[in-house]
C-alpha cells in the first residue's frame, strides 16, 4: 500500500505538470542522441583505424627530372638506381619486415592518376615524365614503416618516403575532433535537461505544497516525500532515453547500415546494429542518473526551506 501510494503520487506529478516533463523528455532525447551518436563515432573510428593502419603502405617516391632535392641530381632516376632499391627492399635487413613489395613505372603511374582525376581538367597538363615512379610497400606490421623509411630515403635516385599512416593520423584527427565537439554538445544539453528536471520538481513541489504540509504534520518522513519527486524526474528521463537509444540504433540501421555501407565505394566495417544495442544502456544509465541526482537535489533543496 504504501509503494502503491508513492506510485500514485508520482503519477499524479506527471499529470500536474505534463507540459514540463515533455519538455524534459525532449531535452534528454536531444542530449543523450548526441551522446550515442558520439559513442558510435568512437566506435566507427576504432573500427577504421583497424581497417586502415592494417592496409597502409609506405611509399617510396623516386627522382623526377623536375626534382631538385639532395638525393635527386635534376634528372629522373635511373634504372640503376631503381635496380638499387629493389635489391636494398629484397635485402635480409628489410625484407623480413616486407609483405608485398611493387613498383610503379611512369606509365602505371599516369594510368592511376587519369583514372582518379578523370574528368579533371588538371589532367590535361599532366605527362608521365612528370609523375614519379613507386615503389609500393605492404608491412607485416605497419608500426615498423620507420626501418623502411630510415633505410631508403637517403639512397640515390629516391625523391621522398612517406607512410601512409601520417595521412591517416590527420583524418582520424579531425573525426576525434568531430566526435569531442559532439561529446561537449552532449555535455551541455545535458546540464540543461538537469536544470529543467530541478525545475520541474520544485514546481511541482509548489503546486502540492499544502499536501507536502499536510504530510509533515502526520509525520511522513522526508524519503516518503521526496521518492514520487524523484520518481517523476527518472520516469521523464527514461522516456527521453528510450527515444534516443530508439534514433541511435535507427541512425545505425537506416544511415550507416542502409545507405553508407551500400554507397560508400569502399569495402571496410561499419558500426552495426549490435554496436548500437550497446549503447542504449548506457544512454539510460546516464538518464537515470542525472534525473536521480537532479530530482534528489531539487527536492531535498526545496524540504530545507
Not at 16 to 32: E, G, H, K, Y
Not at 80 to 106: C, G, R
Not at 118 to 138: E, G, R
Amino acid at each position: 500500500m504504501r509503494f502503491a501510494l508513492i506510485w500514485s503520487e508520482a503519477a499524479s506529478g506527471l499529470r500536474r505538470n505534463l507540459s514540463m516533463v515533455i519538455s524534459v523528455i525532449l531535452v534528454t532525447f536531444i542530449s543523450l542522441t548526441f551522446v550515442g551518436s558520439a559513442i558510435l563515432m568512437q566506435m566507427q573510428i576504432g573500427q577504421m583505424k583497424g581497417y586502415w593502419y592494417d592496409r597502409a603502405q609506405v611509399a617510396v617516391y623516386m627522382c623526377t627530372a623536375t626534382d631538385s632535392s639532395t638525393t635527386c641530381t635534376g634528372s629522373d632516376a635511373s634504372q640503376q638506381q631503381i635496380n638499387a632499391v629493389k635489391a636494398e627492399l629484397a635485402s635480409p635487413a628489410l625484407s623480413k619486415y616486407i609483405k608485398k613489395s611493387t613498383f610503379e613505372n611512369h606509365a602505371a603511374v599516369y594510368s592511376e592518376f587519369k583514372k582518379q582525376f578523370k574528368n579533371n581538367p588538371v589532367a590535361d597538363y599532366v605527362t608521365p615524365d612528370l609523375l614519379n615512379q613507386t615503389f609500393w610497400i605492404s608491412l607485416h606490421d605497419p608500426n615498423q614503416s620507420a626501418v623502411i623509411v630510415q633505410a631508403v630515403s637517403s639512397m640515390a635516385g629516391v625523391q621522398s618516403v612517406t607512410d601512409q599512416r601520417q595521412y591517416l593520423d590527420q583524418i582520424f584527427s579531425m573525426l576525434n575532433v568531430a566526435s569531442f565537439t559532439a561529446i561537449a554538445i552532449a555535455v551541455v544539453m545535458l546540464i540543461a535537461a538537469a536544470l529543467l528536471i530541478a525545475t520541474t520538481i520544485r514546481l511541482s513541489a509548489f503546486s502540492r505544497r499544502r499536501e507536502l504540509g499536510i504530510m509533515r504534520l502526520v509525520g511522513a518522513s522526508n524519503r516518503f516525500i521526496q521518492t514520487p519527486f524523484v520518481l517523476e524526474g527518472i520516469f521523464a528521463a527514461v522516456v527521453g532515453s528510450l527515444l534516443a537509444g530508439g534514433a541511435t540504433v535507427g541512425i545505425v540501421k537506416f544511415f550507416v547500415q542502409g545507405y553508407l555501407a551500400k554507397n560508400a565505394g569502399v569495402v571496410m566495417n561499419f558500426v552495426t546494429v549490435s554496436d548500437a544495442a550497446v549503447v542504449v544502456p548506457i544512454l539510460l544509465l546516464a538518464g537515470v542518473l542525472v534525473a536521480g541526482i537532479a530530482s534528489n537535489i531539487a527536492i531535498s533543496r526545496y524540504l530545507r526551506v
